[in-house]
């Protein structure tokens, strides 16, 4: 069951239409679409999507938040973006840090550019959905604690680790400039998997922690080891440079 919680929330969803914005604020209780018409979406209180409901975002939307505001999907959210026209989730405010966004299993997050957030949270994305061809920088703390799939995605200048976990995988992405390391396994139960990654530039470890699969990674410049793992058992390290 997907759980609600640290937020103080409204029993309906408030929309505004003004300027040619749309202001989100409180509870999405049917099914919706952020399209064009729609953007930039203003999300100006903290906003969940009720179980059994979906979220669409469609190609080039913008979703703005307020400072510590956050996006909670209890439901479903699709946002499925394009290379040239991506959907691109930030701060309403030039110098404030909004909150997070929590997703999970069969949410997907496609060609979206996540930024600015993790403002009072561990981490800008809590996610056990997937995430493909994203980038995800500039959180004041983590860009992404997953237990979910990441593929094809740049995750930078975050202010904490790129990417904690103890289950799920990241594929295929870069893992670059993040303030207290590349990657963190955070479980010795750890099913956590990290194959065919670019990790370089960040303060701290490339890769550390409880990691259960460690597998044809490229990894330079980190200001601590490239890899320093915990032990658990059958942990597997290979092919790595």
Request: negative net charge.
């Amino acid at each position: 069951m997907k759980i609600i919680s640290r937020l103080f929330l409204s029993v309906a969803l408030v929309f505004t239409f003004c300027y040619g914005q749309t202001e989100i604020s409180g509870v999405i209780a049917q099914n919706t679409t952020w399209g064009p018409n729609e953007s930039p979406v203003h999300v100006v209180g903290n906003t969940i999507v009720n179980e059994s409901i979906e979220l669409i975002v469609e190609p080039g939307v913008e979703v703005l938040f307020d400072s510590g505001i956050s996006l909670i999907v209890n439901g479903e959210i699709t946002a499925i973006g394009e290379e040239y026209n991506p959907i691109i989730f930030k701060n309403s405010n030039d110098g404030e840090n909004w909150g997070r966004i929590v997703i999970y299993d069969g949410d997907v997050l496609r060609n979206c550019i996540i930024q600015y957030g993790g403002s009072g949270n561990d981490e800008m994305i809590l996610s056990s959905g997937i995430m493909d061809s994203c980038i995800v920088i500039y959180s004041v703390t983590s860009g992404i604690s997953n237990s979910g799939t990441i593929s094809n995605s740049t995750i930078s200048n975050n202010g904490g680790y790129g990417v904690s976990g103890e289950i799920g995988i990241v594929l295929n992405s870069q893992i670059a400039d993040n303030g207290s390391g590349g990657i963190s396994g955070s479980s010795w139960n750890s099913d956590f998997k990290i194959e065919w990654n670019l990790i370089e530039h960040n303060q701290g470890d490339g890769i550390a922690g409880a990691v259960k699969l460690v597998q044809d990674n490229i990894l330079f410049s980190n200001t601590g080891y490239g890899i320093s793992m915990d032990g658990i058992s059958n942990m597997t390290i290979t092919k790595n440079q």
